[in-house]
């Protein structure tokens, strides 16, 4: 079991820069893959960002060249840069993981709110 522990939310004004932190209970090396997804209201649940554990990295058209995903193997937490954020960002942001051992486990945080104000 992988519990996910997001922080780093909060109110900005558009322009500006957030930082999210997602803590995993367990040792990242053994999560095949980590990232951020984010819901906005009335909307499906979309992909923001994923790093696997080989390094590739995927982002969302919306935020590529403004939003950095990243990962510290030995704190076990994976980031979020969010720069030059837009009111269309605001969202509740969802940590997710992903184990392959005999079949695929999906885990996610809590989630963390991020509202852009105009």
């Known amino acids: 079991q992988v519990q996910l522990v997001e922080s780093g939310g909060g109110l900005v004004q558009a322009g500006g820069s957030l930082r999210l932190s997602c803590e995993a209970s367990v040792n990242i090396f053994t999560i095949n893959g980590m990232g951020w997804y984010r819901q906005a209201p009335g909307k499906q649940r979309e992909l923001v960002a994923t790093?696997?554990?080989?390094?590739?990295?995927n982002y969302a058209d919306s935020v590529k060249s403004r939003f950095t995903i990243s990962r510290n193997n030995a704190e076990n937490t994976v980031y979020l840069q969010m720069n030059s954020l837009k009111p269309e960002d605001t969202a509740v942001y969802y940590c997710?993981?992903?184990?392959?051992?005999?079949?695929?486990?999906?885990?996610w945080g809590q989630g963390t709110q991020v509202t852009v104000s105009s």
């Open positions: 997710y993981a992903f184990k392959i051992t005999m079949k695929k486990y999906d885990y």
């Open positions: 790093i696997t554990s080989g390094g590739t990295i």
